[in-house]
């Protein structure tokens, strides 16, 4: 599975899921409404940072792959 794809499912699961698990989506302490969006593809971690424009899109802001 490319990584795009995983990022796509776990977008789609933000969409469409009522409540979203903890591992999906986290609000990132401190902040007003900055979610970090987690996407695990084997042993990487990729890290998106988003938030919610009137409770209904999300905006990707960026994202990276956890080294450490």
């Known amino acids: 599975m ?3 794809d ?4 776990i977008i789609e699961a933000i969409e ?3 409540r979203i698990p903890v591992n999906y989506l986290k609000l990132i302490q401190g902040t007003k409404g ?6 695990q593809l084997g042993s990487d971690i990729w890290r998106v940072f988003c938030f919610f424009d009137h409770g209904k899109l999300v905006i990707l802001l960026n994202g990276f792959v956890k080294k450490t």
């Open 6 to 9: 995983k990022i796509y499912k």
């Open 16 to 18: 469409t899921l009522e």
């Open 2 to 4: 490319k990584v795009q």
């Open 34 to 39: 900055l979610y970090e969006a987690r996407i």
